[in-house]
């Protein structure tokens, strides 16, 4: 290469001398591997079982990826064909990503708003009313249930795109996370704009929104989540297949006298591909977001 | 969580409904008489999914393209049975619940506290639209099952099939030990799990399921006991049957005989793997079976079905019934008429067959064992099976709202006495939380 056996030039910084080895790096890098792997075994554990013929998934059982019995004789690429079209996935794959979508449409714009309020606007009340909303974290989501439908039996929308999405468009949480991060903005950052003659909406979306991407994308992503892993909800809200999520389609591989573990991972596979691929090009602000927030976990 | 989930939906619904000034008593008088179906649209949700789930739908098409009251059936599928629960209880909350319903008998008392159901009873005696004397050909075991003494003797179900709890044996390796039958009794059944124990092998007498309370009361009727009062007053689970059970299920394990299994299903493998000699089990899970002995890497052995070993060999084996019914909502005298109707057509032997077809359930009219000869010729064990319903004392778990949570409590016991703890102590424990969950979940 040209620039072999060049001195470094002056003012240049020196070459990085590279990560110590250390008995502890070694000590901390061998139980990261550990927890990787152990995070990945159920994924593994998914994958193959979903290629398994229905007496593979009785009798050739095993937890451990390095046994050959954790892998199937021969794989049944043909079990996510059959899952795919047993299950209408074509039609519940459509309606997860819309209610999905519109979940977390509604769960940003609910989130910013009230975020905001909370953590810019003075006025009275203001701190009763923000830990009254932390005070419903601690109620279990089941108490909701049944408020919940009898809301949407009598506004009409039972087994309606509205029923499985409006319920869910505003939580607490979400504007936690949310009102976090922008109590972290300077305060004069917003007067100068007020300065300029913004008001609270041209703050909100000109200023704190676009310094927020990383907790926008945060709550996106688990309201993302959250919708697409619903079961109970939508069997409750709903009494046909027309807005049904993936998730319904499952559990339509269980019966009375066991489950049809194959076809259940199959499209276990297939419902996961999607969040997958999306925590996958986004991991980066997710984590950002989190260590910003001050959440830890 | 699930606990949660049913005991803040058991709570829930009596404070929703008294909120919305519902009068409990009812009128049952007015529920049917002088009522026409004719034209009437029902709603039914059901847990059937795949095969069952789509000659479910062909059955109510046939139903309503040739029922002469032009009555139409929609059936919906609405999810495994506790997503049904939850979702019952809230429909009846929000006062739009389906007409017919599937339910088992303790989740339909559980409806009916808060007085939603239909006692059918009025309708299977009525002189136009009820059995008449068809009564007999029902499988009486079957029928007494949805009458529930906590209400009086009110029947808040009527069965459309039935499976029974059967001991699965692999027979090849009974066999190669010098063993010719299943055991009949449970010191049979202790001796045999000892001679097929192999450490070498790995192989071993009984896969052990304790997730299951249903397992643990097919052991106490086994002894003559059950898990509760006959005038429906509450449960009896620290009695001398369920000691000895409990007692007995302990020993074994602890001589290494048998084994606890880690997870649901697990029983299924060892059996299919030739491991495990004994399981017991419904048989509905007769598919499921059949399928593990052929996945078997040493190719299918000899396996087959035998009732549930007794405390002694002579007399009719007491074995458990599984299965859940269908309920009538109370909506409409007409909605409830047509709701019954098709319950009824259902219920007739030629629908029973083509049920019996497909689901591999019992029918539950004896005359239908005509129609279904030709499943005996092709299955031994689900003929065997129907053997064993015919000569079987039939006994059910207690239909008491509540129930749900009971059995949870029933698990832990076990499991807490398996593990080592004291057994009267822990039975004793056990009855004061049933108890406290009966009265808190009584009408």
Known sequence: ???????????????????????????????????????????????????????????????????PEF?????????FVTAWSDASFSLYFRNSVITAALTVAGVIASSSLAAYAFAKIRFVGSRFLF???????????????????????????????????????????????????????????LESARIDGAGHTRALFSILLPLSGAPLFTVAFLAFVGSW??????????????????????????????????????????AVVPVVLLYFFAQK????????SGIKG | MRRAIVLVLLLALPLVLFSQGKDPAGDKSAEYRGADPTGTTITYWYQHTGANGDAMQKMIADFNATNPWKITVKGEYAGPYDQIYNKMVA???????????????????????????????????????????????????????????????????????????????????????????PPKTWDEFAADCRKVTNKDKDTYGYALDNLDASHVYALVISRGGEFARPDGKGYTLNTPQMKASMIYMRGLLNQGVARKIPKKYDDQTDFGNGKAAFTLSSTSGLTFYDKAVKANKDGPFQWGIAPVPQLAATGAPAIDLYGASMSISRSTPQKQLAAWLFIKWFSEPPQQAQWAHVSKYFPVRKSAEKLISDLFDADANFAAAWKILKIAKLKAEPPFAGYDLVRDAITAAYSKVLDGADVDATLAALQVQADKLFKDSAP
């Open chain 1, 1 to 67: 290469m040209a620039t072999e056996g060049r001195a470094p030039r002056p003012g240049s910084r020196a070459p990085h001398p590279g990560p110590r080895v250390t008995g502890s790096s070694i000590a901390v890098y061998f139980f990261l591997i550990l927890g990787a792997l152990a995070c990945l075994v159920p994924f593994l554990f998914m994958l193959s079982t979903s290629l398994k013929t229905i007496g593979e998934t009785i009798t050739r059982v095993s937890p451990i990826p390095f046994d």
């Open chain 1, 71 to 79: 892998w199937p004789r021969v794989p049944q690429w043909i079990n």
């Open chain 1, 131 to 189: 830990a009254l909303l932390l005070a419903t974290l601690i109620i279990p989501d089941s108490v909701y249930l049944i408020p919940n439908f009898i809301m949407i039996t009598r506004l009409g929308w039972y087994d309606t795109l509205a029923g499985l999405t409006v319920p869910f468009m505003a939580s607490a949480f979400y504007i936690f996370l949310l009102r976090q991060f922008f109590s972290q903005v300077p305060n004069e950052l």
């Open chain 1, 229 to 270: 892993n619903s079961l109970q909800w939508p069997l409750v809200a709903t009494r046909t297949a027309r807005w049904r999520p993936i998730t319904v389609g499952l559990t339509t591989f269980i019966s009375e006298a066991g489950p049809q573990n194959q076809l259940r991972m199959a499209g276990a596979v297939l």
């Open chain 1, 285 to 292: 602000r997710f984590t950002e977001a989190i260590a910003r």
């Open chain 2, 91 to 181: 429909a009846i909350a929000a006062g739009n619940p389906p007409e017919l319903v599937v339910a088992y008998q303790n989740q339909s008392a559980t409806y009916q506290v808060n007085n939603a159901l239909v006692d059918m009873n009025v309708y299977v005696t009525d002189p136009k639209w009820g059995i008449g004397k068809d009564i007999g050909d029902f499988f009486a075991g079957f029928i007494n099952q949805d009458v529930n003494a906590q209400f009086g003797g009110a029947r808040l179900g009527f069965p459309p099939n039935r499976s029974l709890e059967v001991m699965y044996d692999d027979m090849a390796l009974l066999k190669s030990v010098g063993i010719t039958a």
